[in-house]
C-alpha cells in the first residue's frame, strides 16, 4: 500500500508542478548539454508525421499508417431475385451486418508514409547525443536507470503498456512531453494513464 500511494504522489508531482527539473543539478555540465541536445532534435522534428515502424538514428523514414476502408456505397439489387431469401437487404446487394454478430470487421488498409513511430522518435533524438537506442519502446523501457517519476529530470523518458511495449515519449519539463500522435510528432502535457511505474534515464 505504502509503494502505491508514493507512485500516486509522484505521479501527481510529475504532472502538476509547475518547474519540475526545470533546475537539474545532479547532472554535469556535459550530461546537461548532452540532454539539451536530444531534447532539440526531438522538437526539431514537430509535424513529421506518424508512421508505424518509422524512423532512426538518420531521421524520418518508410513505415506504414492504417487508412480506414471508406464506405461501400449500397448498390441497387440488379439480379431480381429474392434478397430477403439470400439473407440481404431488399433494394441492395449487400448482406446485412447485425452488430455483435462475431464478424470481424475489415482490417485497414495500410499506407507507406515517411515518419516516426514513438520508439523511432526516441532513437533519433538521443542518436545526436552519440547514445544508440534499441529500436522498440519494449527493449528500451529494459535500459538505463529506472527513476520514480517524482524524481523525473528532462530527458528522462516515459513509457506506457506493460513493461513500456505500447509507447514512449520524451520528458521535457513542466509536465510536458514530446510524442508521436496521430496527427504527428507534438509536445503534450504528460498523461498518467497507463503509465508505467518508471521513467528510464539514459544520461545521468
Known sequence: MRRVLVFVIGLGLLVATPGLAAADITRSATNQKAVELVISRAL????????????????????TVAVPEPEVAAQPDQAGTDAAALGLTPGLNLPTVTPGTGIPAPEPRRIEVVGFDASGLMVYAYAGAGVKLPRSSGEQYKVGQKVAPALALPGDLIFYGPDGTQ???LFIGNGQMVETTDSGVAVSPVRTN????YLVRIIA
Open 167 to 169: 509507447s514512449v515519449a
Open 44 to 63: 526539431s522534428q514537430r509535424g513529421v508525421p506518424f508512421a508505424y515502424g518509422g524512423g532512426g538514428a538518420s531521421g524520418p523514414s518508410k513505415g
Open 194 to 197: 497507463g503509465m508505467t511505474p
